[in-house]
């Protein structure tokens, strides 16, 4: 951070002092990846589409992860623009970037919020096809079902395989354990879900959610109890 703000006080690597270099003639793939990039974080994403093309056209040897957020970035134009098939060129082309994860993230949540379920489903099942073995989208994919109260058989084995998928992150356990538990009350098995909160409160036990979390579990059987 520091030698962020050094560089800022001193001119360096600022979209000025890049665009001066530019101006000046000078052409090479940092320069003009530094120029598209700061465009991109000021939201002004038409002009930084013009740099992003001329990066992938000037340069057809371009560094691997220079060349996949070019093209990132060029179909995200596009996908917000209404134009999917470019979003799915670049997953199928870096379906093993971290990138192509990010492209499908952004899909399911465009097509949540279109409450478009049918194609947010099949995003879900591509992400499940081409990464099966990422507790991050397993667990996200079977909390999405949680909320539709779709596939609940399917969530549950799939949130168990995220769990035997994460390592000492104790956060990420606690969340998976809390999908789960979610998952068997949304299914009616109020004890198992109980005792999956309570795993999850072994780890964390201050932690307002999960205790609000088993109230609500509690509260239900309590509740059919009657």
Same mark, same amino acid.
Request: net charge negative; hydrophobic share 35%.
């Given at each position: 951070?520091?030698?962020?703000?050094?560089?800022?006080?001193?001119?360096?690597?600022?979209?000025?002092?890049?665009?001066?270099?530019?101006?000046?003639?000078?052409?090479?793939?940092?320069?003009?990846?530094?120029? !598209?990039?700061? *465009?991109?974080?000021? =939201?002004?994403?038409?002009?930084?589409?013009?740099? /992003?093309?001329?990066? #992938?056209? $000037? %340069?057809?040897?371009?560094?691997?992860?220079?060349?996949?957020?070019?093209?990132?970035?060029?179909?995200?134009?596009?996908?917000?623009?209404?134009?999917?098939?470019?979003?799915?060129?670049?997953?199928?082309?870096?379906?093993?970037?971290?990138?192509?994860?990010?492209?499908?993230?952004?899909? !399911?949540?465009? *097509?949540?919020?279109? =409450?478009?379920?049918?194609?947010?489903?099949?995003? /879900?099942?591509?992400? #499940?096809? $081409? %990464?099966?073995?990422?507790?991050?989208?397993?667990?996200?994919?079977?909390?999405?079902?949680?909320?539709?109260?779709?596939?609940?058989?399917?969530?549950?084995?799939?949130?168990?395989?995220?769990?035997?998928?994460?390592?000492?992150?104790?956060?990420?356990?606690?969340?998976?354990?809390?999908?789960?538990?979610?998952?068997?009350?949304?299914?009616?098995?109020?004890?198992?879900?109980?005792?999956?909160?309570?795993?999850?409160?072994?780890?964390?036990?201050?932690?307002?959610?999960?205790?609000?979390?088993?109230?609500?579990?509690?509260?239900?059987?309590?509740?059919?109890?009657?």
């Amino acid at each position: 951070y520091k030698d962020r703000i050094l560089k800022i006080e001193n001119n360096l690597n600022t979209l000025s002092s890049s665009l001066e270099k530019y101006n000046r003639g000078e052409r090479n793939p940092e320069l003009i990846f530094t120029i !598209a990039s700061k *465009y991109t974080d000021r =939201n002004e994403t038409k002009i930084a589409k013009e740099y /992003y093309i001329q990066l #992938l056209n $000037l %340069y057809p040897n371009l560094d691997k992860e220079m060349a996949e957020s070019a093209r990132f970035q060029l179909a995200y134009e596009d996908f917000k623009n209404g134009d999917v098939s470019s979003f799915n060129e670049f997953i199928d082309k870096f379906s093993t970037s971290d990138m192509a994860k990010n492209a499908l993230s952004l899909m !399911a949540r465009y *097509y949540k919020g279109e =409450n478009n379920q049918e194609n947010e489903l099949k995003v /879900y099942m591509r992400m #499940l096809g $081409l %990464y099966p073995k990422d507790p991050s989208i397993l667990n996200g994919y079977a909390w999405r079902m949680t909320e539709l109260e779709l596939n609940l058989e399917d969530a549950l084995i799939k949130a168990n395989d995220a769990l035997k998928l994460v390592n000492d992150d104790k956060d990420f356990k606690v969340g998976i354990l809390d999908t789960i538990a979610e998952i068997l009350w949304k299914m009616g098995r109020l004890n198992e879900a109980i005792l999956t909160i309570d795993e999850a409160l072994k780890i964390d036990s201050q932690n307002n959610y999960l205790i609000d979390q088993k109230l609500k579990f509690v509260n239900s059987k309590d509740t059919l109890g009657k």
